[in-house]
């Protein structure tokens, strides 16, 4: 058996990460970036119809890019699989090479983003498809990050688990609670915020933020939040 290494293999390409500010997509441009890959853009994309329980600020996720050193394209769209494609190709028009686009899934929409890479000609890179959600979450802290959870479902938490750092403890707590939630949030049941980690060359400070509830779901609404050496 071919044993596992953690020297970094290079010249595996340019490639953009689909970003929502969360976790699973942070995670996996590390992954990504661990294994060679060349990162030129985070892509956000925010639907113009519904305001998604993991929809953040775009003035956080502008804070998020300056603290990783990657640019950050965000665009409002009716369609993610037509925006997708059309922001991909017209930065190919522009002169940009992209190999490839790296998405944070682990179980779900494999079928929908390997499509819009095949139509697009690159790569369709998933670092944490079919993952352990306790592994993850565990190589998650492990690795450093700073992640918070920033909305929660109404009728499984209470306000008290805004905020809350994902670490350890947030796991024995959340087992005792109910052992029955993903640990990765990955039926809706939470969402995260990335406020800094091993690719990050800043990290993010809330200053000032409230809880609301609203359409079911509990969320941090960050009113002030800056960056700050690490």
Known sequence: MKAET????????????SWTGGKDGCFACHKAILEGF???????????????????????????SEAVGIPILQT????????????????????????GAVFGHIETHKGLVDRICSDLGIKSILPIWNCSSEQ?????IDAGFDAIVISAKADLFDEEW?????????????????DA?????????????????????????????????KDGYWFLDILKC???EK
């Open 6 to 17: 953690t020297v970094k293999e290079n010249n595996k390409g340019s490639v953009v990460v």
């Open 38 to 64: 060349d990162v030129s853009y985070l892509l956000n994309f925010r639907d113009v119809k519904k305001s998604g329980s993991h929809e953040i600020n775009p003035e956080l996720l502008s804070l998020q």
């Open 76 to 99: 409002n769209f009716i369609s993610y699989e037509q925006d997708f494609k059309k922001v991909v190709r017209d930065l190919k028009a522009g002169g940009a090479r992209i190999d």
């Open 136 to 140: 993850i979450i565990t190589d998650l």
């Open 162 to 178: 805004l905020g809350r750092k994902i670490d350890r403890k947030f796991l024995s707590d959340l087992h005792r609670f109910n």
């Open 181 to 213: 939630i993903d640990p990765c949030g990955e039926y809706g049941e939470f969402h995260t915020f990335i406020l800094g980690g091993p690719m990050f060359g800043k990290k993010l400070k809330i200053v000032d933020s409230r809880k609301i509830l």
């Open 226 to 228: 800056g960056t700050e």
